[in-house]
């Protein structure tokens, strides 16, 4: 039967899953397997798995509860091996780097802060000061048929948005980056200008969020600061 991986962890990490279970219904028994150095939290699978709730929430409560008792390296939803052998083949093989990653997660906690602008502060703040967008702005409105200056309208508040938001991203980075050990950006979102993800020491989280609800504080009520976490460190794997 193949193995559904869930984590890799230290061979010595506690591994407490007493009162967990693993995905599948009925749910599967969770166990370990390990090597001199490394250890993989593991349950049998059926093969054809599918994402469903329930096995989405075994796996994140597995993966709560490696984190509250020190570094694991968490596998995305779905990870299979053909089977126990296998799993010990590879954490033998890539001994070494898994060694590398935990000891950088050691005592880390993942946060993610995703920031927006309400749309209208943003063009009122364009209108006000770019000249260019003002005089086509004024010329299309009183001209309703000119295409070609409504084109140049759009693509100038389109630069005008990436450049601002661009840079306010830049500046909240800058600002929140000491507070973190590392951090990852994602692309942004339509509904979103900063997808960021921090690894934030342990004892340093309540300085980090300090440091977050201060710039979000600082930056007024046009902005939307979003944090998520503590999380599993995918961002950093």
């Known amino acids: 039967m193949p193995t559904y991986i869930y984590a890799i962890t230290s061979a010595d990490h506690p591994m407490r899953l007493e009162g967990l279970s693993g995905i599948g219904d009925p749910p599967s028994v969770l166990r370990a397997v390990k090597t001199e150095t490394l250890g993989a939290v593991v349950s049998d699978t059926s093969p054809g798995l599918r994402a469903k709730r329930r096995d989405l929430v075994a796996h994140q409560s597995v993966l709560e509860r490696l984190m509250a008792d020190g570094a694991a390296l968490p596998m995305r939803f779905g990870l299979v091996g053909p089977d126990d052998d296998q799993v010990l083949t590879v954490l033998q093989a890539e001994r070494d780097s898994y060694v590398t990653r935990l000891a950088e997660l050691d005592g880390c906690l993942e946060y993610n802060l995703k920031v927006a602008r309400a749309e209208e502060s943003l063009l009122r703040e364009i209108l006000a000061e770019s000249d260019e967008v003002r005089r086509l702005s004024e010329y299309t409105r009183q001209n309703p048929v000119a295409q070609d200056e409504k084109m140049m ?85």
């Open 153 to 237: 309208l759009g693509e100038r508040v389109s630069q005008e948005i990436q450049i601002r938001q661009s840079a306010v991203a830049g500046d909240i980075l800058g600002v929140l980056a000491p507070s973190a050990e590392r951090s990852s950006e994602a692309d942004p979102a339509k509904a979103h200008f900063l997808n960021v993800s921090f690894l934030v020491k342990r004892d340093g989280a309540a300085a980090f969020s300090q440091a977050v609800h201060e710039e979000a504080e600082r930056r007024g009520d046009d902005y939307e600061f979003t944090l998520s976490g503590p999380l599993p460190p995918y961002s950093f794997v």
